[in-house]
T-cell receptor, first 118, second 114 residues
């Protein structure tokens, strides 16, 4: 079974600075998808960024980018120019590409609570 | 507006009193799923459905039931709730099970079982 680990329960960053959230995962599969979700105090689950395992190029969405290291099974999220609105719980998630065998569940990490200081 | 709608958003109830949390999506998605979120554990899948009348257990199915009689609806049933089912619950959907498209989440239901 796949597992996802976020080793930083809490992180803080100064407004306008850059912060990196860590995520590692364990899988024997070669084809899968990785996601970062943001959960603000409103409890909504908001997709931040996604990465297909077969793509070598790291995904980027505006101020958010990832460092995907497939061999190391690492998927970190970098937030540049942090804003107060970035304060939230961030979840890393894994999804197998083999939908029929695993139910395509999202396997989540424990979450990292990000605080942005003004 | 494309969305996943859960009801209720909050519920406080007592042990043993049957309850249903409804979930409806308007995106014609085939795949639907229920998760529970607990501190320090992230989100864990309870049940999922690949299509109408096709459901299967996720990682933590004990104490829960689901049904998928219509494509848009996927209710979560707790027939005899217990305090260890106090949690934040999310319904999610995606176009298909193997798609790389992300799952769309509802706004969550906070259940407290006394």
């Amino acid at each position: 079974a796949q597992t996802v680990t976020q080793s930083q329960p809490e992180m803080s960053v100064q407004e306008a600075e850059t912060v990196t959230l860590s995520c590692t995962y364990d899988t024997s599969e070669s084809d899968y998808y990785l996601f970062w979700y943001k959960q603000p105090p409103s409890r909504q689950m908001i997709l931040v960024i996604r990465q297909e395992a077969y793509k070598q190029q790291n995904a980027t969405e505006n101020r958010f980018s990832v460092n995907f290291q497939k061999a190391a099974k690492s998927f970190s999220l970098k937030i540049s120019d942090s804003q107060l609105g970035d304060a939230a719980m961030y979840f890393c998630a894994y999804r197998s590409a083999l939908g029929e065998t695993s139910g395509s569940r999202l396997t989540f990490g424990e979450g990292t609570q990000l605080t942005v200081n003004p | 507006e494309a969305q996943v709608t859960q009801n209720p958003r909050y519920l406080i109830t007592v042990t043993g009193k049957k309850l249903t949390v409804t979930c409806s999506q308007n995106m014609n998605h085939e795949y639907m799923s229920w998760y529970r979120q607990d501190p320090g554990l992230g989100l864990r899948q309870i049940y999922y459905s690949m299509n109408v009348e096709v459901t299967d257990k996720g990682d933590v199915p004990e104490g829960y039931k689901v049904s998928r009689k219509e494509k848009r609806n996927f209710p979560l049933i707790l027939e005899s709730p217990s305090p260890n089912q106090t949690s934040l619950y999310f319904c999610a959907s995606s176009l298909e099970a193997r798609s790389n498209q992300p799952q769309h989440f509802g706004d969550g239901t906070r259940l407290s079982i006394l």
